[in-house]
């Protein structure tokens, strides 16, 4: 988990201007970069943990004020989402392209179609309760 107002997102390699614009059109209100995490490097056995993984992440991102989500998502992340019946806005599909020489350091990263995915953390809060007991 990164914080933007610290970084450059790796996942900005693959849009045409920064993160907190494409949110900001897209929730048509501004966004700062501090209130954006980008998400990467998760992994789980099977469905359930992946699930509760996701809620917690979501509760977690809701208690320190962050307001989006952003990720490059696999077709089995987008899979569980979906099975959450969690929303998310697919921004751009991830070209390895733009890594050059890079990309053949990511062997078959990309076989699995990657996309960069957008999620609104308070509308993700209130899904993911089903899947985790939330407690202040």
Known sequence: MQHLNQFNAFLEQYLDEPIENILGKLSQTTVSRDKVVEIGNLAALDMDKAKLMVA???????????EWAV???TAAVRYVLQQM???FHVL???DPQVLGEAQRLWGSYYQ??????AIDVAEALQVARQFYQFSH
Do not use: D
């Open 71 to 73: 990720c490059t998502g």
């Open 92 to 94: 751009e599909k991830a």
């Open 112 to 117: 699995q179609k990657p996309y960069v995915l």
């Open 85 to 87: 019946g969690l929303h």
């Open 56 to 66: 917690f992440l979501v509760f977690h991102l809701s208690q320190q004020h962050i």
